[in-house]
């Protein structure tokens, strides 16, 4: 890795060289490729979160976040991920001219399922009837400007709608020719294994990280055994693994969704930036940041869990998506892996208010 300090952002010379030593001035060769689930789409190994790009962390550069889709491409990250909950739809309609200009090199993700309560903003409803999902999709296909999903994901569970029953509305999007792969956000291992049996799953997203390793116990080793890919969100601890901050009260604009989350407030943040020491020690031992650290551990565990693991590490900046995805070239050996393992079990504070709308809240 091209030596940069830990918690300082990439800089556009530092980042389109990191992992390329001797090649200043040039680009990287774009990131490897990987294959979403059986029979699923083949992607980059990283992927893009684009929820920020218009919704969740506060003020954007529109301007910005539109070269950095570009950028992103560039490097080889073909996998972009939205939702119809971010912004409102808003989010789709920000991507669809990318997605136009590119059709052909991208694999477009979005979900159905989740909303915001129209008269709380910290309240999330769930709704996953299967009128609701066929509304669900004609209306993003119309945001997107396409005329297919690639890969298309119930955001979240309602455990008084059988799955079976979701994923069998889902299947008829397939055939319909509107989706060509499904995924699933944030189900447990039984219920992945029940949606398995009526369709194939092509990728599971939920939160996976040094901070964030519920999966790992009971989601994971289905996933692997049934051949689904691993989609981790949130790789980056929401941005609090970059040492970019550490008390979103104090730090984060008033309409920055950390604000809400348990372990980035108060007493739990400050004792969860200790947490970072660890992560500080293997990143000057590789001349990297703090991010490329906390992204190539995500990364190694496709190869430590027997199953293919595409993050989307979501940013609006071009230089963080060259400082990303530089990571998929930082190798950790084994004694660094030991020193970060213990991480996550001292965590502060869960990862959200209302722990149900997770796999671990019904676990």
């Not at 996550?344 to 959200?352: K, L, M, Q, T």
Request: glycine share 10%; proline share 6%; charged share 20%.
């Amino acid at each position: 890795m091209t030596a940069k300090t830990p918690d300082t952002p990439a800089t556009p010379e530092t980042a389109a060289t990191a992992g390329t030593p001797g090649a200043a001035g040039k680009n990287p060769d774009p990131i490897g490729k990987v294959q979403l689930g059986t029979g699923g789409p083949e992607v980059g190994v990283q992927g893009l979160g684009c929820m920020g790009m218009s919704f969740a962390y506060g003020p954007t550069d529109a301007q910005e976040a539109r070269a950095t889709l570009e950028r992103a491409l560039e490097l080889g990250v073909t996998f972009y991920d939205t939702a119809d909950a971010y912004a409102a739809g808003e989010n789709e309609k920000f991507l669809a001219p990318f997605f136009k200009a590119h059709r052909d090199e991208v694999v477009i993700a979005t979900k159905f399922a989740l909303s915001i309560d129209p008269n709380d903003s910290t309240k999330r409803i769930i709704n996953n009837d299967p009128s609701y999902i066929r509304a669900c999709i004609d209306a993003s296909l119309q945001r997107l400007g396409v005329d297919v999903i690639d890969v298309y994901y119930m955001h979240r569970r309602n455990p008084q709608v059988p799955i079976e029953e979701t994923v069998g509305v889902m299947a008829e999007l397939v055939a319909a020719g509107k989706v060509k792969h499904l995924g699933l956000s944030e189900v447990t291992g039984p219920e992945l294994r029940a949606a398995q049996a009526v369709h194939p799953i092509a990728a599971l997203q939920s939160e996976w990280s040094l901070f964030s390793r519920d999966i790992e116990q009971g989601v994971v080793p289905v996933a692997a055994e049934l051949g689904v890919g691993l989609v981790p969100y949130s790789p980056l601890g929401r941005g609090f693994l970059t040492g970019s901050f550490v008390s979103a009260e104090k730090e984060l604009d008033e309409g920055d969704f950390r604000r809400q989350q348990p372990r980035f407030t108060g007493d739990n943040a400050t004792a969860n930036a200790a947490l970072l020491e660890p992560v500080r020690t293997v990143a000057d031992a590789h001349g990297a940041s703090l991010g490329q650290v906390a992204l190539a551990w995500v990364q190694q565990q496709a190869r430590a869990r027997g199953l293919a693991v595409v993050p989307i590490p979501g940013t609006r900046k071009r230089t963080r998506v060259e400082e990303n995805t530089a990571a998929t070239r930082l190798e950790l050996t084994a004694s660094e892996l030991a020193l970060l393992d213990p991480i996550a079990a001292r965590v502060a504070g869960d990862r959200y208010a209302d722990m149900t709308f997770t796999s671990a809240g019904r676990e």
